[in-house]
């Protein structure tokens, strides 16, 4: 085994080798750093990248004993999440060299279960809309998504083979779709944000990338301290439900060809695949939710908007001024419509597992300016609900295309396994169930 190839294992297998001492965290280590040497200039994806710190992590792991469920393995991490070991400047010129005293939970639960934190990646100014200026590494001239664009595309660039991202509105489920990676949302609430820069206290949820449903399980369980997230093996197959949700007019003829070919390759697999159509109440969540994060973003930004109005972009600018006009009645109008969707939710997934939604209007759209549209996102974060990105084809134009899974709020170990059955019966790897 080479260590270049070592950069293009999955997580899981390379934890394995690692905990049987068959590789060394250095070993892994250098790989990755050798492929960001070799990709970053063209990709983007990272704000800084510590090789030498990384390097002295890796052989302080490798003389002791294995440390926890992510020993020795390579990790991005979003810059929005504080880190004591690196600047973390949330997008923005703002906070430019801006050093945490402390380290965020989740940085500080993945580096107590052992990961090596390579740098931070890149996102979107403040994790909304303003890009960074990163490739999708599937085609340079397309945008990887966003918010959490370096770490969807860092993985899908076998740089590391998991990141933390986050997601507002469809921050971790468009970058995924985009890279074709799997992302995660788990359920609202279920992994600890302390230390993240807030935009929304009623969305923000930390996210997870990777190659395979089972590795993001293996990161959501480190972040979480919710073992049960290892168990991706799912008891017989899932119901699914297809839920083309109100905004389906939207989607273009790839994401169509998608749910077509999933619908059928799920039920020429053995699956119940039915179909929901949700109750009109929820055609008004995607604007509710516009509108939650216009009105706690104006809040969560405050001191940016008070303080440093002439450093925030123009896009932005126009979001948090928009906000400002939103009243305290509105928002409880909308913050109560949410409470009701989320209560009847539950009764809507009938018998079935899971749903199987589209992740994006289509795939990755050319240029760098716009990170695409998050409509068939909006509604599921607002909602709370565990999602995973599935992909599993490609569009007309050979850029990667596929779904989303989701599953009852708090039900995400089902939600996983559900998503880790369909990825391997779909790409017909039965390798990214294991």
Known sequence: MTSTSLNTMSASELARR???????????????????????????????VAADAALARARELDQGPVRGLLHGLPLGIKDVFDTVDFSTEYGSSIHRGNRPAADSAVAALCKEAGAVVIGKTTTTEFAVVAPAGTRNPRRLTHTPGGSSSGSAAAVADWMVPLAVGTQTGS?????????????????????????????????????????????????????????????????????????????????DADTQAAMSEAESGLAGAGASVGELILPRLYSLLGQA???IQAFEMVRALAYERINHRARISERLAVML?????????????????????????????????????????????????????????????LLGLPCVHVPFTVGRTGLPM????????????????????????LTGDPNVEQ
């Open 321 to 381: 001024d928009q906000g400002m006009r939103i009243s305290a009645e509105r928002h409880e109008m909308n913050c109560a419509l949410a409470d009701k969707a989320r209560r009847l939710i539950g009764d809507c997934f009938g018998d079935r597992d899971v749903l199987i939604a589209p992740s994006t209007i289509g795939e990755a759209p050319p240029g760098l300016d716009d990170t695409g549209s998050p409509v068939f996102c909006r509604m599921w974060t």
């Open 289 to 291: 939710q516009i509108e």
């Open 18 to 48: 690692l905990n049987r001492r068959e590789i060394t965290a250095e070993q892994a280590v250098r790989a990755s750093l050798a492929r960001i040497e070799l990709r970053e200039s063209q990709v983007g994806a990272w704000t800084c």
């Open 171 to 251: 921050s971790t489920i468009r970058p995924a779709a985009f890279c074709g990676v799997v992302g995660y949302k788990p359920t609202f609430g279920l992994v600890a944000r302390a230390g993240i820069k807030s935009v929304s206290e009623s969305l923000d949820t930390v996210g997870f990338f990777a190659r395979t449903v089972q590795d993001v399980g293996l990161l959501a369980a480190a972040a979480s301290g919710d073992t049960r997230l290892l168990d991706t093996q799912a008891q017989g197959a899932p119901r699914f439900a297809v839920c083309k949700t109100h905004e389906w007019p939207q989607a």
């Open 402 to 425: 596929g779904l989303q899974v989701i599953g009852r709020r708090g039900a995400d170990r089902e939600a996983l396994q559900a998503a880790a059955w369909m990825h391997a019966r």
